[in-house]
């Protein structure tokens, strides 16, 4: 018998795939080929080999006695050569480091994870959920999404849509608002680091003066969950408030937004601007965005921030 090592690699492949899958159709499928570029393949490889390694009937090809004993060798093979080219990839490569505020964490992108998952499989996210302007140029971090003004410096930045604000509460609490005026009546839950200040939505809603009185929060999340739990009413925004909203845990007392100049924005060093990984995130991301906000996404960019 001539020794394998005569036989073409992509004859053994070939040999390979049908022996795997079970039939020369599936085989060409996988290998992107005609079937009958993988029979002229097999019985090159078989003249090759110097017996044949399937029997031809009328159910298709059956592994010969001399097939049975060589195709596991084959498909061991080709799992060792598999194996070995995933080492020989970086795993910086295939983990995208991202910094990102906890309220767009939380309430937008982890619930999310799962349709990246699903659509890049040998891609893991690496989430550093921080109030902080991380440095980008720390080497660490690929993309950052922060909520701000963008007036940032030299870190390119594109920005993701616009936020508003509004106040919200649960049901029970909206039914005795029937003016913005009767703010005066019930706890404000007041957010000690937010950039939505209440005078923004209260000169919106033209009213003069209300007195801010009520629990002062260092987190978003933690006044989130006052308002979820009806302590009081809550000065939100879209990102934060956006599921609360639409499974009823919360309302909007009033029908009024009062614009913001700020939003979020998606920051990426200069030096990883191209870089797949980074670019297989920020397609995603844009794409879950259209499908959420549509027309209605900023298409401006800016150059700004080497923090963000």
């Not at 893991?124 to 921080?130: D, E, H, K, P, Y």
């Not at 909520?147 to 029970?172: I, M, N, Q, Y």
Request: glycine residues 8%.
């Amino acid at each position: 018998m001539a020794s394998i090592l005569g036989a073409e690699l992509n004859g053994l492949i070939a040999l390979e795939a049908v022996g795997r899958l079970g039939s020369v159709l599936a085989a060409a499928d996988e290998m992107g080929v005609s079937p009958g570029a993988v029979s002229q393949q097999i019985k090159k490889a078989e003249a090759q080999i110097g017996r044949p390694i399937f029997e031809r009937t009328s159910k298709g090809l059956v592994p010969t006695s001399a097939g049975r004993k060589l195709l596991p060798v084959l498909t061991s093979a080709r799992r060792q050569i598999a194996d070995g080219l995933k080492t020989t990839r970086s795993d910086d490569d295939f983990i995208i480091n991202i910094t990102v505020g906890s309220v767009f964490a939380s309430n937008w992108l982890v619930p999310r994870l799962n349709r990246f998952a699903a659509s890049h499989p040998d891609f893991q996210l690496r989430l550093v959920a921080s109030s902080r302007f991380l440095d980008l140029t720390r080497g660490d971090i690929d993309i950052a999404i922060r909520l701000g003004t963008g007036a940032w410096t030299d870190v390119p930045c594109e920005k993701l849509f616009d936020e508003v604000c509004f106040p919200v509460c649960t049901p029970s609490i909206a039914a005795s608002l029937l003016r913005p005026e009767d703010l005066a009546g019930v706890p404000m839950l007041l957010d000690d680091e937010t950039v939505f200040p209440w005078s923004s939505w209260l000169q919106a809603a033209g009213v003069a003066r209300v007195a801010l009185d009520g629990p002062i929060f260092s987190d978003p999340m933690l006044a989130f969950a006052a308002a979820v739990a009806g302590q009081g009413v809550l000065l939100g925004w879209t990102v934060l408030t956006k599921q609360a909203l639409e499974d009823g845990r919360l309302v909007k007392p009033f029908n009024l937004e009062a614009r913001s100049e700020y939003g979020y924005w998606l920051a990426i060093p200069p030096h990883l601007r191209r870089s797949r990984k980074v670019q297989i995130f920020r397609s995603w991301l844009l794409e879950e965005l259209q499908r959420e906000i549509g027309a209605d996404r900023p298409k401006s960019t800016a150059h700004h921030s080497d923090r963000a």
